[in-house]
């Protein structure tokens, strides 16, 4: 449990919309990915060659201090192909900051000593049984480069922490039951499941998809029906894995999947969102660009300003005030939530 002060200082937060306590921050250290996935278009980036520094990041010491970050999510792409990875990682463990790392699998197996030295959990991506998986990554032996690398840190640390975060689309919806299978097999501590993002212009898209990119990994109201009828008997046949939380979701936040899918093909409307992310998150993307979270617009730019003064600025704390989660149009179609309470640990 937080300590008194924090719970305090987030109480302030969500009711003054100015930020005294930031849990989480999520870092994309480079633009680039090892994976070309169909629902993903960041590797679209690969040329770019966007890298944030052990000397970008040390400009925030002093914020990350004063605001109390607890975790750091290095995101992406694929933060394994940072340059010098390991430097930002030291910088943060000096402040005793808890590092999760988000990664394809494809390069775990290499770092995998550095892996366990420099960070306290690793989430991979889990897109279905082999073939599937690999067809999804669009890289050859992406299975098995992922399990070889959740072996190699199991070999380490059979304490150490790894989990999976599967996006559930057109293409492996029907997979469900092997992709548990293969969250067993791999020896992992967890999985986790959301929807395809279809609308926003995250993950470095320009613009929305077209109706054409959309339809392509979106579910048909028929695959909707038939994604409803495999959760339900997924939810019959895997009580252990609910009860255990294995599967990190409850059955009920699994049937929102679906729902998600029928309210993109105007069947239904969206499921209700609780989420409080832009007051207790930020996104620093390999540009320097902050964001209240991936889909919302930048406050600014990590270059320019210090965090705090980028989170606390009059027009950032304009738009938490009046940012009504249940009404935003971003908000209400988001697949990606975070609802962190007062007395959550990161």
């Known amino acids: 449990m937080p300590a008194p002060i924090e719970i305090l200082k987030r109480l302030l937060t969500r009711t003054t919309h100015r930020i005294f ?23 679209k980036a690969n040329q770019n060659h966007q890298e944030l520094s052990r000397e970008d990041l040390a400009r925030h010491v002093d914020a990350f201090r004063k605001l109390n970050v607890q975790r750091v999510v290095l ?10 990875l390991w430097t930002l990682c030291e ?13 394809t ?43 070889e690398g959740v072996a190699a840190l199991r070999a380490i640390s059979s304490r150490f922490r790894v989990t999976a975060r599967c996006v559930l689309q057109r293409r492996n919806f029907r997979d469900l039951p092997r992709i548990l299978a293969a ?26 998809w077209d109706p054409g990119r959309v339809s392509d990994i979106a579910l048909s109201p028929g695959e909707v029906d038939a994604f409803r009828e495999i959760l339900e008997e997924t939810i019959r046949r895997h009580a ?32 209700e969102n609780t989420c409080n992310a832009p007051w207790v998150s930020a996104v ?9 979270c991936f889909f919302h617009r930048p406050l600014g730019n990590a270059h320019e300003q210090s965090l705090d003064a980028l989170l606390n600025a009059p027009e950032s704390i304009a738009f938490r005030r009046h940012l009504n989660v249940q009404n935003d149009p971003i908000c209400r179609k988001c ?7 007062l007395r959550t640990e990161v």
């Open 91 to 103: 910088l943060l463990r000096d402040l005793r900051i808890k590092i999760t790392l988000l990664s």
């Open 183 to 208: 969250a067993h097999d791999l020896r992992l501590d967890q999985v986790s499941f959301l929807a395809a993002d279809t609308f926003s212009t995250a993950f470095n898209r320009p613009e929305p």
């Open 240 to 271: 252990d894995d609910f009860g255990s939380g294995f599967i990190a979701e409850s059955p009920d936040k699994l049937r929102r999947l679906p729902r998600i899918y029928a309210a993109v093909n105007g069947d239904a409307a969206f499921p």
């Open 105 to 147: 699998g494809l390069l775990l197996k290499p770092h995998a000593s550095d892996i366990v030295r420099w960070t306290d959990e690793v989430i991979v991506s889990l897109d279905g049984g082999r073939e599937v998986h690999d067809a999804i990554r669009n890289v050859p032996r992406a299975y098995d480069r992922l399990a």
């Open 284 to 292: 620093i993307e390999a540009d320097g660009t902050v964001r209240p």
């Open 75 to 84: 995101s992406g792409g694929e933060a394994l192909m940072h340059t010098h």
């Open 335 to 341: 697949v990606c939530t975070l609802s962190l309470g």
């Open 21 to 43: 306590a930031l849990p989480v921050v999520v870092l994309m250290p480079h633009s680039r990915c090892n994976c070309r996935c169909v629902m993903c278009d960041i590797w």
